[in-house]
């Protein structure tokens, strides 16, 4: 028997919530497969198989926490039956049953109902079957059976072509209201939501596909008045957390106003181009990161950190971006935010929403932060009090752009405005310098030009 244990799950982190497990005693297991995914209070970790063979035990229930190099379960090596491979020779029979040439010759394939590739051969042979290959979980094939779904039609995001649970559910999006992009929860980018674009069915199709609703992931109700769920290991961190940023700083927020219009016109200029000739999509967060890095610079201490009595001042900027992901709140850091161009911005804000969304950030992607902001505009916030990600200092809150009436020049005019909030650890950052602090991000948002020259 070989034992699963619970591997090391970055500095400081002794135990984790065991959050699903992919398998269940009896099951054959491939090499390189899940078996099981861990919950930390910052990343979900997946447990594979060293080798093949049959789960024989689970010692540990979901929900349980653990510790590290406990004992999770047992497989049996001896017991693999006969076509389990590893990951790797999987893909290579796959892509050998694919190279074959077309004569009749019945193919290899990895089990995916709906993937046809039939193949024309002489009279009278055998008419083989290629078929995809996709990596990815029993519960995602599960909610793709249930919602008649193949899942080698999914677009996958996750590592090495794996399809997970966030594609699955933004393809049943995309089936549900036919939007023709399914934006990412929370991550933080343009507040401004894309048009759905209407798919038309072709006339006279004896099957038609209904509107799939995505899974319903809450806790069931079973007819219950009311439903009590266990808070998972990243829930109560994050709860533990903020409640510690409270009672140990001396909050207060301060606010201001940004008139949108200048980014928005650079932005619409610009969009097309740069995805086009540097695959990155602008938003308005780069804009924002690079003006906040800026105002650091000129008000120091609210990078600064505060240890017993002193009071540490960072001459450089991580910029932490807060992102909603199904595993909770996440906020992954830009490193040396101070000292890259808007594009590298753009790149690095891209690459850490999309392994927040895959459940693959690192601990040193979510470590190291000075500084954080967060978009709450995305979900249509328009004014709130952002609490400090301690024992950072500052965290700023962006909201929601709305037309409003505003007097320039004497005149009344309509003009794009965004609310911006400043929370503040009032112990070091005086009211004055909060103040200051965004009035300079005002003065670059406003004026974007100028944080090209400075």
């Known amino acids: 028997m070989i034992s699963i244990k619970v591997p090391p ?146 677009s996958a995001t996750g590592q090495d072509g794996r399809v997970t649970k966030t594609d699955m559910v933004a393809h049943l999006e995309n089936q549900k209201d036919g939007s023709a992009d399914v934006a990412a929860a929370g991550s933080a980018g343009s507040s401004e939501a894309p048009a759905p674009v209407k798919q038309s069915t072709p006339p006279n199709t ?87 890095s800026m105002a650091l610079k000129t008000i120091p201490v609210v990078n600064a950190q505060v240890d017993g009595d002193s009071v540490v001042y960072k001459h450089y900027v991580n910029m932490g971006v807060a992102v909603a992901s199904d595993q909770g709140l996440v906020v992954p850091v830009i490193k040396d935010a101070d000292r890259k161009g808007m594009l590298d911005v753009s790149r690095d804000i891209s690459a850490i929403a999309k392994r927040a969304r895959d459940g693959k950030l690192s601990m040193d992607d979510l470590t190291g932060g000075t500084f954080t902001i967060t978009n709450g505009g995305v979900f249509g916030s328009l004014v709130s009090t952002p609490i400090i990600n301690y024992p950072q200092v500052g965290i700023l809150g962006l909201h929601k752009i709305q037309d409003r009436p505003v007097a320039q020049n004497g005149q009344v005019v309509i003009r794009p405005m965004m609310y911006i909030a400043l929370s503040y650890d009032h112990r070091i950052v005086d009211g004055q310098q909060a103040v200051l602090f965004l009035v300079r991000v005002k003065e670059l948002i406003e004026d974007p030009a100028a944080m090209l020259v400075e």
């Open 9 to 154: 799950l970055g500095e400081s982190i002794v135990e984790a919530t065991i959050a699903k497990w992919l398998k269940q005693p009896g099951e054959a297991v491939a090499q390189g497969e899940t078996l099981v995914e861990l919950e930390t209070d910052k990343i979900t970790v997946e447990v594979p198989a060293f080798k093949a063979g049959v789960l024989a035990k689970q010692l540990k229930n979901e929900g349980d926490v653990v510790k590290v190099d406990e004992v999770l379960g047992e497989m049996d090596a001896s017991a693999a039956p006969a076509g389990v491979a590893s990951a790797t020779e999987s893909a290579s029979a796959v892509s050998s049953a694919q190279s074959t040439e077309a004569g009749g010759k019945k193919t290899d394939a990895a089990t995916s109902p709906k993937a046809e590739g039939k193949k024309s051969g002489a009279p009278g042979e055998q008419t083989g079957t290629a078929q995809k290959s996709v990596k990815t979980s029993p519960s995602v094939r599960r909610m793709g059976a249930e919602n008649s779904v193949d899942v080698t039609q999914v």
């Open 206 to 292: 004896q099957t038609q596909q209904p509107s799939v609703a995505p899974a319903d992931l809450s806790p069931q109700r079973n007819g219950d008045r009311e439903t009590r769920e266990k808070m998972s290991t990243r829930r109560r961190r994050i709860a533990e957390h903020l409640l510690e940023s409270q009672h140990a700083t001396a909050h207060l927020t301060t606010f201001n106003e940004v008139d949108m219009s200048a980014v928005q016109a650079i932005r619409e200029r610009l969009k097309e181009k740069v995805e086009k000739e540097h695959g990155v999509k602008l938003t308005f967060m780069p804009f924002f990161v690079k003006a906040a």
